[in-house]
């Protein structure tokens, strides 16, 4: 797929997602506030086997993550979002989930202030460039603003922290429904290019959270990524 072109669908990713940055951000400064931020990262996430303090290691480390491959493009280069892989990819959040709660809270958000400013500062040529993502496929910039999105949006109701997926930002879901309904017909047999009729019959929020693996409805069977 070619680079999207469309201002508006990057300023409606930027915006979007820097407004879900900040709403992921109030919910941990409020348990930082409480003094109680500890414990509550160390408790149970909705992800099997990560506790809450392993989603903020994925997402800082994820912003950390797309900051390199911003200035990759800026230097002309088509970078690998996680250098050396799965293993540095899964290696970076175990380290990261084992900080000090202070040191993690502090690094997150300093990842995400990062992000924000290599938006603001990329030069037009490099909106033009890709990257590689941790399975070595292709991204082009102009997606990445969105696929951020995804990110903060799916695992801000993965924290179980008061946001489910019928929270996701109604835009987000517009422009990243049908990008999951062609991934996930693109895995089927020749001549299966719909989804189940099942799923047809869901809300669009509620398909791409099914989409997603985040909500088993009746019917359809559960999906993984």
């Known amino acids: 797929m070619p680079p999207n072109e469309d201002p508006l669908f990057l300023d409606n990713c930027v915006e979007g997602c820097a407004r ?15 003094e109680d931020i500890g414990p509550w990262l160390a408790a149970p996430s909705k992800l099997p086997g990560w506790t809450r303090a392993h989603v903020i290691a994925h997402l800082a480390r994820n912003a950390e993550s797309h900051v390199h491959l911003f200035a990759e493009a800026e230097r002309g280069v088509e970078g690998n979002q996680y250098p050396g892989g799965v293993e540095q990819r899964t290696e970076g959040i175990a380290s990261y989930a084992a900080l000090p709660a202070s040191e993690l809270v502090a690094k997150h958000r300093a990842s995400i202030y990062a992000l924000e400013a290599a938006w603001a500062h990329t030069s037009a040529a490099a909106w033009q460039g890709s990257g590689r993502n941790t399975v070595g496929a292709r991204m082009w910039v102009t997606d990445m603003p969105l696929f951020r999105w995804r990110e903060v949006e799916v695992h801000t109701s993965d924290l179980d922290a008061g946001v489910s997926f019928a929270d996701w930002n109604s835009t987000y879901v517009r422009y990243d429904l049908p990008r999951m309904t062609m991934l996930q017909t693109s895995r089927k047999p020749m001549g299966m290019t719909t989804l189940p009729e099942a799923a047809l019959r869901l809300s669009d929020t509620e398909r791409l959270a099914w989409l997603l693996g ?4 009746n019917g359809l069977e559960p999906q993984t990524l």
């Open 20 to 34: 879900s940055h900040q709403r992921l951000l109030a919910i941990i400064d409020a348990h930082v506030e409480a």
């Open 214 to 217: 985040r909500h088993a409805p």
